[in-house]
Structure formats: C-alpha cells, structure tokens
C-alpha cells in the first residue's frame, strides 16, 4: 500500500504544477522590467487573423509565456544550485570557476577577425583625420585571460592574445597603453569582481595609474578616500547564473581627497548632477551603474581646471570606473558611448575643442562591438 502511495507521489506533483501553474499565470500582474536580466520583459502579444497566419502570434506567445513564468528566477536557481550539485563547471555560458569567481565563457568560434580589424582600422583612420590631437587607446583584458589558472581544468577560452596582434597591426597615429603585462602582475589582487564581468574600482585605478605614468598625472592610492559603498553586489554573471552559492561582491569608490567642485551633464544637457556617481543605483540590481549614472548616448564633465586640456572619451562600461580619476587633470571631459550616440564625431571634436582622445574598451567588447565604424566614419 506505502509503495502505490510513493508511486503516485510524482503524478500527483505533476498534475498540480499543470493546474496551478496556468493559474499563477491568470492571477498574477505582468512584470514590466527584470532587475535580474536588466531588461525589459514581453507582455501580452496581440490576437490577429493575419499574426496567427504569419506564425507571429506564436513567436509572441512563446516569448511572452518564457518572460512571464512565475517565480522563473526562483525556479532558474534551483536549476543551477542543481547542475552545481551534480558537478556542472558551465551555466548559461558563465564558468563556475575557484574562489567563487563566475567567469564569462569566449570560444574561439565566436570571435569575428573581420569585425576586430575593421574596428581598427576605423580607429586609425579616426587617428589620421585628427593629427592635431594625442589619440589613444586602453583595452582592458577579460577575465579569463588574466585568471586562466582559476578556470575549470580543460574548459575552452578563445586566447585573446590573437585579438591584440590583429589589433596592434592594424593601428596607426594611436598610443597603444598595453594593460596586460600590469594586470598579470596583479593577479592576486581583486581586480575584477566575482559575480560581475567589469573590472573592480581597484583595477580601474591601476589602469589610471599606468595612464598617469605617460601623461605625467598623479596617482598615489593614498590621494584617494576609498568608500565602501555596497557589500551586496551581484552583477551580470551572477544574472546568467542565479545561483545561491554565487557570492557577494564589494563595490567602493576612489574619492580624491579635497577634490574641487564639478558638474555633469547628461545627454547634451538633458539632466545635470554635481557628482559623477549615482547612489540611487545602489538600490538595484545593476550596481554598477553607480558609476556615471549607466551608459549614455553623451555625458560632458566641466571641472575647475583650467589647463586647456579637454578629452574626449569613446568607450564602454568599463570606463565608467574609470573617468572619475580623470577630474583632476582636464578641463572638460566628454563622453561618447557608440552604442548609443548617432551624432557627427569630428564635429563634436570641432565643437568642443577636443585636443585629446582615448577609447577604452574591453577587449572582448572590441572585438564585438558593430557601432564603432558606423560612428567614427
């Protein structure tokens, strides 16, 4: 008799999730926004003769009913505390790698020469419009490159060293700051987060420490208040992944001691800020857009310098960490995010007196990024 009773456990289990499961659907509100995947979600697709003909309706319906399903973070990270049991070291393309690090998964396969060498090209021909001007450029290595050796043991990870020979044989007219050889040297430190696939406020100041080495700018670490400003951060990877054994990360800001007022404006001028950090932002998920707000089309930055040194910044996320430390040595600093932005580049330089520019990128966003070109020609 116990053993029927065990047996028609999992039926009974099974037909309740098909009846309840509809029924959530029915009694719950649909969600306009996912902080987890930092996106926003399908909503009820419309019913048409000619959307059910087209097969549209259902395409819609599918994406409605995957965004929607209730309670689908809780049931993603059960997935993955699942798989980790039974000894999974890949989730979602994220590698479960030691001391807690999420590291983001790049294969060789995915990586596009012909896109990397026309992002280039587009930079030195950017360099040669503009020979009036320093021109520089900062790519940031993943991860995964600088620590390899907490990686799964065997696990595929396209060698970005192939990414920076294209690269550098394709550049001309541009100071090339090489971040490698200073990371690796560094690879102790915490220099990228473990839930997160951008590098740490630690890591944005080394590479401003390099910077100051060839642009004769200070950049001792006591000149800084270093804040602690959240001990809860769990970023992108930790969004792919979901799971309850993902750690916590800490987010802290480098404030120079006795730093002069500035301002910040926001889309040409759109919104204002006196501080180029958005504490706002500490109560979302994405606590990373702490740093400048998120990314904008156009950012411009008016300090108390009055040094004639105005730079432009053509960038990713990865440089909102870092343009902080820049308010002490330029007069203005703008900010262009190629994602985003669909003006006129050489007259925005025009326009603003732009002497100086620097692209910063990581190197697996410039190896993929499809806006460079388009903007810079």
């Not at 920076?164 to 090339?176: A, F, H, K, P, S």
């Not at 802290?252 to 006196?274: A, I």
């Amino acid at each position: 008799m116990m053993k029927k009773f065990y047996q028609i456990i999992p039926v009974v289990l099974f037909a309740a999730a098909l009846f309840v499961t509809p029924v959530c659907f029915f009694l719950q509100e649909d969600k306009e926004f996912s902080e987890s995947e930092n996106r926003y979600l399908a909503t009820k697709p419309a019913v048409s003769f000619l959307s059910i003909l087209s097969g549209e309706f259902m395409k819609d319906a599918e994406e409605y009913i995957d965004d929607q399903f209730p309670q689908k973070d809780f049931w993603i990270s059960c997935k993955s505390d699942f798989l980790r049991l039974l000894g999974s070291r890949e989730i979602n393309g994220v590698y479960l790698a030691k001391d807690d690090y999420l590291i983001e998964k790049w294969l060789a396969a995915e990586f596009d020469e012909k896109l990397l060498t026309q992002n280039a090209e587009a930079l030195t021909e950017f360099a040669l419009r503009h020979p009036e001007q320093k021109t520089s450029l900062m790519l940031v290595p993943t991860a995964g490159m600088i620590l390899n050796d907490k990686l799964p043991e065997g696990a595929p990870m396209f060698d970005p060293e192939t990414a920076y020979d294209i690269v550098l044989r394709n550049l001309e007219g541009i100071y090339y700051m090489d971040l490698n050889t200073l990371f690796a040297s560094h690879r102790e430190e915490s220099l990228y987060y473990k839930t997160d696939h951008h590098w740490t406020t630690y890591g944005a100041f080394l590479a401003y420490s390099s910077w100051c080495e060839i642009n004769g700018c200070s950049a001792e670490q006591n000149e800084f208040e270093i804040r602690t400003v959240s001990e809860d951060f769990q970023g992108t990877l930790h969004s792919k992944v979901l799971g309850t054994h993902c750690a916590f990360d800490t987010i802290e800001l480098y404030v120079r001691k006795n730093e002069s007022p500035y301002s910040v404006r926001y889309n040409f001028g759109k919104t204002q800020s006196d501080t180029v950090y958005a504490p706002e932002r500490l109560s979302q998920k994405d606590k990373y857009q702490v740093f400048l707000n998120g990314n904008h089309p156009e950012i411009t930055i008016e300090t108390s310098q009055t040094n004639g040194k105005h730079l432009l910044v053509i960038k990713d996320s990865f440089a909102n960490a870092f343009i902080p430390f820049l308010l002490n040595d330029y007069e203005t600093i703008h900010v262009i995010d190629p994602r985003y932005y669909h003006g006129d580049v050489d007259e925005y330089i025009r326009d603003n007196n732009i002497n100086e520019c620097l692209f910063l990128y990581n190197v697996k966003n410039f190896c993929e990024d499809r806006n460079i070109s388009d903007v810079l020609n």
